[in-house]
């Protein structure tokens, strides 16, 4: 037969308990908090390197390529900023069949206080005009 001091928990092991629960919790919390930003940092990331890319890829269908700096924002609030300046000395111009041009493509973001950016470049080549 037990007595009735001896059922149930004490408010001093009820405190602990609590204590426990709540320091495991702000470590789960933590925990999940740290992951969510890793994953939109990384989201962050995967979009400024497929702007950058799609910029490189755009530069000379849209309009003709010709040396010369162009900036721009998305809609996302990236922005974009593009450099096409010549490639080679004037006897590698002279001596290629083709104009080559170093493309600069850079992409830049914001994150509260801190800045980023992802830059690509590329050489292109265009065919020379044919006279009329």
């Known amino acids: 037969m037990t007595s009735k001091s001896q059922r149930g928990f004490t408010l001093v092991e009820l405190l602990v308990s609590l204590a426990i629960l709540s320091v495991a919790l702000a ?4 925990a999940i908090s740290s992951s969510l930003d890793r994953v939109r940092v990384g989201r962050d990331d995967a979009l400024a390197s497929a702007l950058v890319q799609s910029l490189i890829a755009r530069a000379g269908t849209e309009r003709p ?3 010369g700096e162009a900036s ?12 096409v300046r010549p490639y080679g000395s004037d006897a590698d111009a002279k001596a ?3 104009t080559a041009y170093q493309i600069v493509a850079t992409v830049s973001w914001r994150d ?3 800045s980023h950016a992802r830059r690509l470049t590329a050489l292109k080549f265009v065919p020379p005009k044919k006279p009329a």
């Open 27 to 30: 470590v789960l919390f933590g």
């Open 65 to 67: 390529l010709a040396p």
């Open 72 to 83: 721009g924002t998305y809609s996302n609030g990236y922005r974009w900023d593009l450099l």
């Open 96 to 98: 290629w069949r083709m």
């Open 112 to 114: 509260g206080a801190d």
